[in-house]
Nanobody, 118 residues
């Protein structure tokens, strides 16, 4: 399985950015795709996830209303639209995948850096 994250960059507070995760190597039926982030000196934290089959979503409270996760089953991609970015959103963002029946993410992408300046 390969997960390739892209789309990071340097933006100003209030700007928008769209991350994309290209998934390959297996079918993702009955899987959950997630975005996590890790800020300098902090642990990796959950941002959002989406079920591959139905597209059901969950968000961390800190991003609810600002970020939107989506998936394109034809293209095998999972996107994270990030609006109204804040300096505290600065982190390396990782996409991951897990089986729906498990709470453990088995596959991770390499991460993409998002820097939000004030």
């Amino acid at each position: 399985v390969q997960l390739q994250a892209s789309g990071g960059g340097l933006v100003q507070a209030g700007d928008s950015l769209r991350l994309s995760c290209a998934a390959s190597g297996r079918t993702f039926t009955n899987h959950v795709m997630g975005w996590f982030r890790q800020a300098p000196g902090k642990e990796r934290e959950f941002v959002a996830d989406i079920t591959w089959n139905l597209g059901s979503t969950n968000y961390a409270d800190s991003v609810k209303g600002r970020f939107t996760i989506s998936r394109d089953r034809a293209k095998n991609t999972v996107d994270l639209q990030m609006n109204t970015l804040k300096p505290e959103d600065t982190a390396v963002y990782y996409c991951g995948a897990r089986r729906s029946a498990s709470r453990t993410y088995n596959w991770w992408g390499q991460g993409t850096l998002v820097t939000v300046s004030s």
